[in-house]
């Protein structure tokens, strides 16, 4: 211990050894403890790097590593280091050079005003002794007190923040591991000589808060990582044996006992009001595959000019089609039907994708499909009819969100994107007009118009932008394919909008010149700064994709505030009243 700690030593003095009170070897053994501080700051830079890989999987042999890596990075090697440092000027006081040379022992010997250095570092008392046994007046005692109880505490509060950013973007247990050693390493140098001890931490302070940067450099895992360590692993299902034929005796004497009677059928789910029960069967085929098309009743004949659906009023009209509230005549049921402007093939296609998307859907916050029909005025979508108000209208009728409706709303429409996501489909126009709160505050996505299923060629008419220029991904607007991170940039865009009022880049006076702002990435000026949500909604806004949290990390991360403040996600955005007919 004492060569290693001579040879530690003797790097510190040929790096600083300044000619003034207390002394050379003073300052080399503050030199030589900033050093030993570079081990806290590695061993974080260590767990940080192995986070890029683990995520946040703290269990098994990522867990052992972590532990492994705190007690010997925060508390043995430092510990045996320092001790040893107090051990070679104790050495050099009894007159043992304990491996130091023969012109550093003479330097050692040397007085600047604090009497012979040797004396000074290796003829006092320790740790120990000197805070619960003073001898001397109250100043020495209080300048100790400062060097031995206060240095210490600010380098535990360093050491806690390299942990805190190590371990960014997961729980914050993990840093116990690290400064808890650190703490044990602080206590197990009660036995080191208080002036060396003090001088010591003053290179060790430094140390450690200058090791902030390397460690934020190295930067958290990416969200797909950290998505994919929560995931739990599947089980394989297990194999079920085919019991063995025993052979059975039959007594003619006795009756034979009658079967069991067959367990009741489990009752139906029960759904909310407002949720949309899932189909029986799986929908990946109908939207890979959709029906034939209905064929157009021929000129002359008794249905030609008719429709089941008696139209009630116009609930919108977009780039592609009419939206009308209408009654389904042979069912007598309200129902939504969108209106293609023209027959086109490429309208008809476009319908088409969009049907394919929303029955390849089955979530209660996703609008729902019902047929795909031909009407005599074009190919019309009955789609499910959703009473209440756009969150847009919502916002600028009643003002902004607060933090708990803005979550409920965050984490409701992530689950029904990831649900669209997980069947290949991409809704790409998010924005607080396509988000429906009905009477009872559930908020709904709707308007699939321009969704498009992976392998779908893209369809858009000439000269017209895919997306609102307010709440598009920078990376749409610079002309790259959409994807799943670009859905959640617009999610996160539409509630920074449901917490200011305002999209997250302001708006301009021009779509052009929203566009142009979007393509260019500019950073959002009009983000909620005192909601809880700001850092988790300046994640999502990130102007690279990779960077952004996932919308199934989204979900996780605002269902676990939600809880943490006593509520949950179920509840209402709002409350609404419901509009006169």
Known sequence: MESIASALLSFAYQLFQPGFW?????????M????????PVGT???????????GNRYHGGALAALAVLGVIGMLLIPWFLAAGVSSVFRANFRGDSA?????EVAALKQDYGAGPQVEYLGGGRNIYETLFYPSGNAFSYGLYLVGLVGLPVLILLAVML???????RGPKWPGRILWGSFVVFLLVCAGVEANVAVHL?????PATVLGVIPVALVGPPSWSTIERSDRRPERAPAREEEPQQQPVHVHPREPEAAPPPPPPPPPAKQYAPTSVAPAQEPPTELAATPGPMPVPAPPGSAQQGSSRFRRVRRLGHGGFGTVWEAVDTQLGRTVALKIAHAPDPETEERMQREARALAALSHPNCVRVYDLVKEPDGLALVMEYLEGQPLAEIVDNGGPLDDVAAGRLWATVASALSAAHSKGVLHRDIKPSNIIVDPQGVAHLIDFGIARSRGDSKLTATGMMVGTPDYVAPETAAGAPASPASDAWQLAATVSYALTGQPPRGTRETPMAALMAAARAEAPTHLPRQSVHARLLAASLDPQPRNRPTLNVVYREVEGWLSRAGTSPDGPVTKLVPRQQ
């Open 22 to 30: 207390p002394g050379d070897w003073a300052w080399a053994t503050s």
């Open 32 to 39: 030589a403890g900033a050093l030993i501080g570079l081990f």
């Open 44 to 54: 974080a830079v260590a767990v940080a790097l192995m986070r890029k890989f683990t």
């Open 99 to 103: 491996g130091l040379s023969g012109a």
């Open 162 to 168: 390299l942990g805190r950013l190590a371990l960014r």
């Open 201 to 205: 931490w003053l290179g060790f302070l």
